[in-house]
């Protein structure tokens, strides 16, 4: 069953801005969904759209098989959420936050208990378990959302920029639980994010928003094909011969523009093969960054 | 009633035991209604004079005979018709603060938001919060009246040397008019607060809707204490079921969307 599916999915506000537009797509277990654009893209209104916070104005979707907008409740018992404006008590400490969430998601006194401990151990937090929430830095606040929202171990998770203001080692531990649900317990994430490299790290797929509007959709390589860029192919070298073609890029550095990585070999040998001696090889394809800033620029010349 | 209901009124409960500002001021107003009102009324009994005047004007309410001292009559007189009002102002007022601050509390701590994603409906998160504020103010109620009745019939005690015996209609009033008042009142206010954007627009909506049903209450009520039992039965009984009914009414289009505007 797909975790989460949606169609033609469109949220226009009352003031009559369009911020979702037609946006198409299924995820299934264990995908960690990298969403990605800048501020005012439309990203967390598709979270809302999909936690039945909002009512789509046109389209649909189901997330584990509940429409959120007839039974939000249902959709909830089965997805966690991490947003900014989703913050917890301050007048409790970070441990009865955690007992209370847990009570609300009808986990048991004992299983609350064990949840909370292992959350808060696993996100470094069990340290600062007793004191008040009032006196926890934005990345512990962070933390801290990221256990309330795995408290009743759900299916899937909602990140909204899950580690803006993380200091890298939070980051760090925040990516490797991540990536340890959707591996070993097949946890469908959807991630919200503007950080690119971050997503790189830990999305196994990938949508790209702008104004609304789903721009491409698919893994990194099929991102990478569907701008038809290729790769750069950059060598340490001496004696090259002049029919390889390279540019001379700085003392014995040179690169050369090539489609696949099956060019890659054959240029090598070609090389060896006319007396030249190779020092070191490296392959760039184009990161994600590449991918999103040429698809943006392309989207804004469509427009013009 | 589920658990995770349970959940949300003892933490609502919790939010206001810690703050000591507001349980204080929820203890001291109940406090001076029921011991120092109810003890200047004593000791003003105790000092009337022999007045023919108010010997006329006992003789026209029907105040229980057998007793011949005016003091004493007049202190029945107090006892079960005028303090028994005070019950349903206290639970009112005990309860507004927590009622107004229910929904828009939370959304100005960005604390409503989490809520939404429990797995709760909003009829239930509704339910939840207008029951710890009704909660509360039954608490502080039945203190306040334990507390009124030890202070008033020692009083009476060390004063007259003898009790006051509580007629049926404090049993009437206590047990279902006050809670079906209050219910009315907490379900109104919480309401308020759902559809308010501000603390003050939410407190500012439940002082213009409480202040007028107080002073009707508190003018309509001493002569209601007057009536027979029945009717302040059936009364009661009607108040109740409007509280019902506006409890289960009271969400009818609401939407997460309208909650977290």
């Given amino acids: 069953m797909e975790r989460i599916l949606s169609d033609n999915l469109s949220k226009t506000y009352p003031g009559g801005k369009q911020a979702l537009c037609h946006m198409s797509l299924s995820l299934g277990a264990g995908e960690v969904f990298g969403f990605l654009g800048p501020n005012g893209a439309g990203k967390t209104t598709t979270v809302k759209l999909l936690t039945g916070i909002l009512t789509p104005t046109e389209g649909s979707c189901l997330v584990m098989g509940y429409d959120p907008s007839k039974e939000p409740e249902k959709t909830h018992s089965l997805t966690g959420v991490v947003t900014e404006h989703a913050q917890m008590y301050d007048h409790l400490t970070g441990l009865e936050n955690l007992l209370f969430y847990a009570s609300v998601f009808n986990l048991s006194p004992q299983e609350g208990k064990d949840r909370t401990r292992n959350l808060l151990e696993r996100l470094g937090l069990w340290d600062a378990a007793n004191q008040p929430l009032a006196t926890y830095s934005t990345g512990m606040r962070q933390r801290l959302s990221l256990a309330r929202a795995l408290i009743h171990d759900p299916q899937v998770l909602f990140l909204d920029e899950p580690t803006s203001g993380l200091d890298p080692e939070s980051a760090q531990s925040v990516n490797s639980l991540i990536r340890n649900l959707a591996r070993e317990e097949g946890t469908t994430v959807f991630l919200c994010t503007h950080q690119l490299r971050y997503a790189q790290e830990l999305c196994t797929r990938y949508g790209l928003i702008e104004e609304g509007k789903l721009l491409a959709l698919g893994t990194l390589e099929e991102l990478q094909k569907q701008v038809r860029q290729g790769a750069l192919l950059q060598i340490s070298a001496a004696n090259i011969p002049e029919t390889a073609a390279f540019r001379k890029i700085g003392e014995m550095r040179y690169e050369k523009e090539i489609l696949s990585k099956e060019e890659v070999p054959i240029l090598i040998r070609q090389i060896v093969e006319s007396g030249g001696d190779i020092y070191s090889v490296e392959t760039k394809f184009p990161s994600l960054e590449d991918i999103y800033f040429s698809l943006t620029a392309n989207n804004k010349e469509e427009r013009k | ?261």
């Fill in chain 2, 1 to 261: 009633m589920n658990k995770a209901m349970q959940a949300i009124i003892k933490k609502d409960f919790q939010s206001v035991a810690s703050n000591r500002r507001l349980f204080i001021s929820l203890l001291i107003v109940p406090l001076v209604l029921t011991i120092f009102l109810p003890s200047v009324f004593v000791l003003s009994a105790y000092f009337v004079p022999d007045d023919p005047d108010i010997q006329a004007m006992l003789k026209l309410l029907p105040v229980s005979p057998g007793s011949d001292s005016t003091s004493l009559l007049l202190m029945d007189l107090i006892f079960n018709y005028i303090l028994p009002v005070f019950f349903l102002i206290i639970p009112i007022m005990a309860s507004s603060i927590m009622a107004a601050s229910s929904f828009v509390g939370e959304k100005e701590k960005h604390t409503l938001e989490t809520l939404l994603y429990s797995p709760l409906t909003l009829h239930q998160i509704f339910r939840s919060k207008v029951l710890a504020s009704f909660l509360l103010s039954m608490l502080v109620s039945l203190f306040s009246f334990l507390v009124m009745t030890i202070v008033v019939e020692a009083e009476i005690l060390f004063l007259f040397g003898s009790f006051l015996l509580p007629k049926i209609n404090w049993l009437i009033l206590l047990a279902l008019l006050s809670p079906g008042v209050s219910l009315i009142a907490v379900t109104l206010i919480v309401r308020g607060s759902a559809k308010a954007r501000t603390m003050e627009e939410s407190q500012q909506g439940a002082v213009f809707l409480i202040m007028p049903v107080l002073l009707l209450i508190a003018g309509q009520f001493t002569g209601v204490m007057l009536l027979n039992a029945w009717i302040l039965l059936i009364l009661s009984f009607l108040c109740i079921g409007l509280a019902w009914l506006l409890l289960k009414k009271a969400v009818k289009g609401f939407t997460y969307e309208m909650l977290l505007r």
